[in-house]
């Protein structure tokens, strides 16, 4: 199968493809895959150490720009749809899969003209624009939530859960003893999640037990944290602005704070991972505080919500959990019943269905 996967920008969008693609070439190492995304993604530093092929479009999104930046974007949309057209051309796929994020929009666009036919994967319960416009040409429309379903033709949707990167799936389920503390805040990292705890470190100076951390801070951030956890007396190792091996990361961890993403919350599922979850109050819709509050009712996970976020506040919470090991076994325990384990498969079993009808 030669496979085009379209998106990316995010860690959100970008992580599902990497698992269909990584997916694929086990099951039929014959395949050929190809992402295309932008230079400014994340796909542009992470594909190359994955030794993934990635071919870039000049796009934009259009989130906060106002109708004065949609205008003035319109010549970049023909640009990066043109650029997108020879992408195609050249790699000639069987199949392209579009991912969410503002790159898939002109591939797709480029498919759909082309007689290429098309998939897309939505990993949110409330879609995102591209996909909700995108959806109405492709061939199949595969979810990570039956929410979602209704913002697309019900004859094409399936439902399949999320793809998870290799590893995720083998993590043990019994939690660490004592384990760390796992921070991060999304692939770029999180400045709220990063000052607050900055602030949170003098607090827990003292605190007998207290458990080792690792803190994904993003790159703008890294310096700053960094240097907030030597002048706490604690190791600044401890502190890595992108973690490539999160199967790992997942492993030793007792606790998580993080956002509430879809893909995320996919991982902590698959891991049986507590959690402390402080959506991103500014996401479409706030959907990731639907996410987090899916995960409170179940159990799984305490919300806290970012206009409640204190130093104060997540120092008690870390502490209360980190003493109360039973309550994180069953939080664990609880979590993985929300998981959905082979997704890339079912997946990768609608893309060959179609082209068996192809």
């Given at each position: 199968?030669?496979?085009?996967?379209?998106?990316?920008?995010?860690?959100g969008?970008?992580?599902?493809?990497?698992?269909?693609?990584?997916?694929?070439?086990?099951?039929?190492?014959?395949?050929?895959?190809?992402?295309?995304?932008?230079?400014q993604?994340?796909e542009?530093?992470?594909?190359?150490?994955l030794?993934?092929?990635?071919?870039?479009?000049?796009?934009?999104?259009v989130?906060?720009?106002?109708?004065?930046?949609?205008?003035?974007?319109?010549?970049?949309?023909?640009?990066?749809?043109?650029?997108?057209?020879?992408?195609?051309r050249?790699?000639?796929?069987?199949?392209?899969?579009?991912?969410?994020?503002?790159?898939?929009?002109?591939?797709?666009l480029?498919?759909?003209?082309?007689g290429?036919?098309?998939?897309?994967?939505?990993q949110?319960?409330?879609?995102?624009?591209?996909?909700r416009?995108?959806?109405?040409?492709?061939?199949?429309?595969?979810?990570s939530?039956?929410?979602?379903?209704?913002?697309?033709p019900?004859?094409r949707?399936?439902?399949?859960?999320?793809?998870?990167?290799?590893?995720?799936?083998?993590?043990?389920?019994?939690?660490p003893?004592p384990?760390?503390?796992?921070?991060?805040?999304?692939?770029?990292?999180?400045?709220?999640?990063?000052?607050t705890?900055?602030?949170?470190?003098?607090l827990?100076?003292?605190?007998?037990?207290?458990p080792?951390?690792?803190?994904?801070?993003?790159?703008?951030?890294?310096?700053?944290?960094r240097?907030?956890?030597?002048?706490?007396?604690?190791?600044?190792?401890?502190v890595?602005?992108f973690?490539?091996?999160?199967?790992?990361?997942?492993?030793?961890?007792?606790?998580?704070?993080?956002?509430?993403?879809?893909?995320?919350l996919?991982?902590?599922?698959?891991?049986?991972?507590?959690?402390?979850?402080?959506?991103?109050?500014?996401?479409?819709?706030?959907?990731?505080?639907?996410?987090?509050?899916?995960?409170?009712?179940?159990?799984?996970a305490?919300?806290?919500?970012?206009?409640?976020?204190n130093?104060?506040?997540?120092?008690?919470?870390?502490?209360?959990l980190?003493?109360?090991?039973?309550?994180?076994?069953?939080?664990?325990?609880?979590?993985?019943?929300?998981?959905?384990?082979?997704?890339?498969q079912?997946i990768?079993?609608?893309?060959?269905?179609?082209?068996?009808?192809?």
């Amino acid at each position: 199968m030669k496979l085009l996967l379209a998106g990316g920008g995010t860690g959100g969008h970008l992580f599902p493809a990497v698992a269909l693609a990584q997916h694929l070439l086990d099951q039929e190492p014959d395949s050929q895959v190809l992402f295309v995304g932008t230079s400014q993604g994340l796909e542009q530093r992470m594909l190359p150490k994955l030794g993934l092929p990635l071919a870039t479009v000049d796009m934009v999104g259009v989130v906060g720009r106002g109708w004065q930046g949609r205008f003035e974007m319109i010549p970049k949309l023909l640009k990066s749809f043109r650029q997108a057209r020879r992408i195609l051309r050249d790699f000639n796929p069987d199949l392209v899969i579009g991912v969410g994020g503002y790159a898939s929009v002109p591939v797709l666009l480029a498919a759909k003209t082309g007689g290429i036919p098309y998939l897309i994967h939505e990993q949110n319960a409330l879609p995102g624009l591209s996909n909700r416009l995108l959806g109405k040409g492709a061939r199949r429309i595969c979810l990570s939530f039956q929410e979602s379903a209704g913002s697309f033709p019900a004859e094409r949707v399936v439902v399949t859960g999320n793809p998870l990167r290799q590893g995720l799936e083998d993590v043990p389920a019994l939690l660490p003893e004592p384990g760390k503390l796992l921070i991060f805040g999304g692939s770029r990292g999180a400045r709220a999640i990063n000052q607050t705890v900055m602030a949170m470190l003098p607090l827990m100076k003292e605190w007998p037990g207290r458990p080792e951390f690792l803190h994904q801070t993003g790159e703008e951030d890294f310096a700053q944290v960094r240097q907030a956890y030597q002048d706490a007396g604690l190791d600044p190792a401890q502190v890595i602005p992108f973690i490539d091996d999160m199967a790992a990361a997942y492993r030793d961890a007792s606790l998580v704070v993080c956002r509430a993403g879809a893909t995320t919350l996919a991982e902590l599922a698959a891991t049986g991972r507590p959690a402390i979850l402080i959506p991103f109050p500014f996401a479409a819709a706030d959907h990731q505080t639907s996410n987090a509050r899916a995960f409170d009712r179940k159990g799984a996970a305490e919300l806290l919500p970012q206009t409640e976020l204190n130093a104060e506040t997540l120092a008690m919470r870390v502490q209360i959990l980190f003493n109360d090991r039973e309550r994180l076994q069953l939080m664990a325990e609880n979590s993985r019943l929300l998981g959905s384990p082979g997704a890339a498969q079912r997946i990768l079993t609608e893309c060959r269905k179609l082209l068996e009808r192809k």
